[in-house]
């Protein structure tokens, strides 16, 4: 074969290559701007607030009458977000397992919905006990409602991410690509029209066929 037709058909081959790469990462891209923008709508929605700051600093040094809906724990991964409004999927995921979680871990004494809501239809119906562990219940439920739809929208946000960042991986193959095919061509107007690209037998490689058939006659 010659050299200057394989050079074409390679860098023909790279460069359709690269639009199959543009292609993905437009794809990609539009993919990370439908799940943040769907997420952000979706979590603005709720007007969700973290604690502010002046809350946060209280609750790191907690005392008699203070801010008890967060503990220390909690501080280090809601401080980031002090004040703000819950838009971002980092957001919702900090809001739901480190203050939602811990508040239903702290009222159910470890227990889940499911094991509550058994243990509370044991009781006698109407009794206070019954209506007391129903109230725990039906929190634990909204409760456990509210963080599952954050985490969904979380998982959401973390795909949109892997979106972006494939997006910019394929737009740089596809600038890679395009400057081999470049550099393909290029060389296909340095060779002459004649050159052909050397066979395994001229540069003194053995074919498999070969070796096999000296093989057999020895």
């Not at 790469?21 to 979706?42: F, K």
């Not at 811990?102 to 509370?120: F, N, R, V």
């Amino acid at each position: 074969m010659r050299r200057k037709s394989f050079d074409v058909l390679v860098s023909a081959g790279g460069a359709l290559l690269a639009i199959v790469l543009v292609v993905a990462g437009a794809l990609a891209l539009w993919g990370y701007s439908y799940a943040n923008s769907t997420v952000h709508n979706q979590l603005s929605a709720q007007k969700i607030e973290f604690p502010t700051k002046a809350e946060l600093a209280m609750a790191k040094n907690p005392a008699p009458g203070g801010f008890s809906e967060i503990t220390p724990a909690m501080v280090p991964y809601l401080e980031p977000y002090a004040g703000q409004w819950m838009t971002t999927g980092a957001q919702a995921e900090a809001y739901a397992n480190h203050f939602i979680a811990i508040h239903l871990q702290e009222m159910g004494q470890g227990k889940t919905y499911s094991e509550l809501s058994a243990a509370a239809m044991a009781l006698p119906a109407g009794s206070a006990a019954y209506k007391s562990a129903e109230a725990t219940v039906q929190t634990v439920f909204q409760g456990t409602s509210l963080r599952g739809m954050l985490l969904n929208a979380y998982g959401w946000w973390e795909v949109g991410q892997v979106a972006l960042w494939g997006g910019i991986v394929a737009f740089i193959l596809a600038g890679a690509t395009l400057v081999l095919s470049g550099f393909g061509l290029w060389h296909s107007r340095r060779v002459n029209a004649e050159d052909e690209i050397p066979s395994l037998r001229r540069v003194g490689v053995a074919l498999p066929s070969e070796t096999s058939q000296k093989l057999v006659v020895n």
